[in-house]
């Protein structure tokens, strides 16, 4: 179905390092280059690597030849280290950059990073500290030159009473210039209760990005397609369905707070219907050309430890016929 897989287009950043899934770098790697021979390889986005873990993939790529049957770049997304205070964080960026040049120059012909993705120091987050952001901003823009033209940037943003004023500063550093613009990294998940979002959070977070029209990204949490009570985290789960489904919506035409948290909450799979002519969620309906236009500018993709399980789900319950 055509607004399925428009839907679901790179949608699935792999991340098989990180939890629950807690794969060996080489694993990772490993299942990174096979899923690109799966049938739904068109869902596979980018794999999630930390700049701490470089080091030892560059080892490892020089011993093996893990990316050798593909006939493409193998895309990555790198997430750069954080820190404490942000007087730290020029040197903590500055590491960063020289270890990435290395392993883009190594790996030239066979990787291809287009993304980084970063968590701002601590001290920004605290109570009265927001405006910090900017002067964040500021430290981050100055540091980046070579690669303002090339990549995405995704800043993560926690899902607090400052968020309005967090998307105030991206918005403000987007209209000062024009060789590159900041996205906005939403974490939608965790592995222990007190880490899961509540749905009217998400559903705050969505409503801003889409009255601004900014770019995004989520992660975590979302390896199932609809809301799900999952007892390894001992919590109920968001679905990726659920969520990206609201962006798309939004993005097309702003919805309250109220409808979309409606939408995230208590949609399940009988509410989807990928038609022909595009996704209707309920009584709600996005064409097949809006779906492609947003996820092409703004609604990017989201991390996940696996590939395979959000297929698995989407095949058990007959979207994928």
């Known amino acids: 179905m055509q607004s399925l897989n428009i839907f679901m287009q790179g949608l699935l950043d792999y991340a098989g390092l990180f939890p629950p899934a807690t794969l060996s770098l080489q694993d990772a790697l490993k299942n990174f280059a096979e899923y690109h021979h799966h049938d739904q390889k068109k869902w596979l986005g980018k794999f ?116 309005n004023e967090y998307i105030k500063s991206i918005i403000q550093c987007n209209n000062k210039q024009n060789s590159y613009k900041l996205s906005i990294k939403l974490r939608t998940g965790g592995v222990t209760p007190q880490q899961i979002p509540k749905s009217i959070e998400i559903a705050q977070a969505i409503l801003l990005c889409a009255q601004e029209k900014i770019s995004l990204k989520a992660t975590a949490g979302l390896h199932v397609p609809v809301p799900n009570d999952n007892s390894d985290v001992g919590a109920r789960l968001h679905g990726f369905l659920n969520i990206f489904s609201s962006l798309l919506l939004c993005y097309d035409h702003l919805l309250s707070i109220e409808e979309i948290d409606e939408i995230i909450s208590h949609c399940s799979y009988e509410d989807f219907k990928f038609t022909d002519e595009g996704l209707f969620v309920r009584n709600k309906f996005i064409s097949n050309e809006k779906m492609q236009q947003f996820r092409n500018l703004y609604i990017k993709s989201f991390g996940t430890c696996s590939f395979l399980e959000p297929i698995e789900h989407l095949q058990h319950h007959q979207f994928i016929l």
Do not use: G, V
């Open 48 to 163: 999630i690597l930390p700049a701490n873990k470089i080091d030892e993939t560059i080892s490892l790529l020089n011993n093996l030849n893990t990316f050798s049957t593909l006939n493409q770049k193998a895309p990555f997304s790198i997430i750069l280290n954080s820190c404490d205070k942000l007087t730290d964080y020029p040197n903590y960026l500055e590491k960063d950059l020289i270890i990435i040049n290395n392993f883009r120059k190594k790996f030239e012909t066979t990787i291809d990073i287009l993304s980084f993705e970063f968590l701002p120091p601590k001290e920004i987050f605290e109570p009265k500290n927001h405006t910090l952001l900017n002067d964040f901003i500021s430290i981050f823009n100055n540091k980046i030159d070579y690669y303002k033209h090339k990549l995405e940037f995704y800043c993560e943003l926690p899902l607090n009473p400052f968020l």
